[in-house]
């Protein structure tokens, strides 16, 4: 795929498995650098190694759980700009959607 995006800069949230890793194999392939965000370090060093080894990119590692405010701000703090945002990361509570609050 020719995406003209070469040394753009990208966050991926949920980075480590599924579409986001999809996301991040796809756009180092295209020479984006990577700042990449997971809740489980594992995986997320994994998909990191990897990158690095194939990809000619700059990749960083992130492990948050963005459902956390404080996890929001350090990663926003440790990103600065960024040019393209693959908003990944997915995760609900159980019950009514008019019930859950930043607590729950």
């Given at each position: ?21 999809a ?9 984006c ?52 945002l ?11 959607i008019d ?6």
């Amino acid at each position: 795929m020719e995406l003209d995006i070469k040394g753009k800069r990208a966050l991926i949230t949920g980075a480590s498995k599924g579409i986001g890793r999809a996301a991040a194999e796809a756009l180092a392939e295209e020479g984006c650098d990577l700042d990449l965000a997971a809740r489980t370090e594992g995986p997320l060093t994994e998909l990191v190694e990897a990158l690095r080894a194939s990809a000619q990119v700059s990749v960083r590692a992130h492990v948050a759980d963005l459902s956390r405010a404080g996890d929001q701000a350090r990663l926003i703090e440790a990103c600065g700009d960024y040019d393209i945002l693959i908003n990944n990361a997915g995760s609900n509570p159980a019950g009514e959607i008019d019930e859950v609050d930043d607590e729950t």
